[in-house]
C-alpha cells in the first residue's frame, strides 16, 4: 500500500526485561470502579453499569518523563490505577475468554484537571479537557502476565513526596478486569495494544509544582515523574 505520507504508527511501551517494545493502540479507561472512590466523588457506590471514557495515546507520560503542569486548571489531580495492556484482538467477548486477550499489566496515573472535569460534568458534556492533555495518561513499564501475580493479590499504591496518598487491593473493584474487557469488547472491537486504566480508589488529590509522584504495582513494577 502506498500512503499520501508515512502513518503516525504505533506508540512504543518499555516491557519488564525484555528489549522489544509493546505497541500501544487505544486507551480505554473506566470511571468509578472503586467504591470509596464513588462516595468521595459524591457518586452511587452501588454496582451499576460501568462506563468508559478514552485518551489518545499521544497523552502517555513516558517513563522517565516530567510532566508539564498542564494550562487550563488550578486542580490538577493524581488517580493511580492498575493498567491491563492487552496482547490479542477481539469483539463481543465472553468473560470466561477475557482472560486470554491480556498481555500484562502496569501501574498507571489518570491524571485529571478535576475543575475542568467538574464543569463539564456539572453542563452536562463529555470529559474531554478534564481527562486529555500531554501527559495525561502516566504509564510503568509494563509486566507480563506470567511474572504477575493474580489480580487478587495485586495492590496499588501512590505516593507524592514519600506521603502515601492511594492505596487499595485490586480484589475491590467494582468491576472486574474480565468483566470490564467483556463490557467493552461488546461495543467496539479490541485491539492488541490496547491499554485499559481500570479506575482509581479513594484518595484522589491535587498535585503542585515540584512533586514527585510514584505510583506502584506490588513490587513489581512502579513509575517516578516529578510535576514541572
Ligand atoms: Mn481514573
Known sequence: MKWVFKPAGAVPWPVRNQDAFFPVHNLYCVGRNYKDHAREMGGDPDRGTPFFFQKPADALLAPGESLQYPAGTSDLQHEVELVVALGKSGYNIQEANAENLIFGYG??????????????????????????????????????????????????????????????????????????????????????????????????????????????????????????
Open 107 to 228: 501501574s498507571g496515573v489518570d491524571l485529571t484537571r478535576r475543575d475542568q472535569q467538574s464543569k463539564e460534568y456539572k453542563s452536562g458534556r463529555p470529559w474531554f479537557r478534564g481527562k486529555v492533555f500531554s501527559g495525561s495518561a502516566a504509564l510503568s513499564e509494563i509486566v507480563p502476565k506470567m511474572d504477575c501475580p493474580d489480580v487478587k493479590d495485586m495492590e496499588i499504591k501512590l505516593e507524592v513526596n514519600e506521603d502515601l496518598r492511594q492505596r487499595t487491593n485490586c480484589s475491590d473493584l467494582i468491576w472486574s478486569v474480565p468483566e470490564i474487557i467483556s463490557f467493552l469488547s461488546q461495543d467496539i472491537p479490541l485491539a492488541a495494544g490496547d491499554l485499559i486504566y481500570t479506575g482509581t480508589p479513594s484518595g484522589v488529590g491535587k498535585l503542585v509544582q515540584g512533586d514527585i509522584v510514584k505510583a506502584n504495582l506490588n513490587s513489581l513494577v512502579s513509575l517516578s515523574f516529578k510535576v514541572t
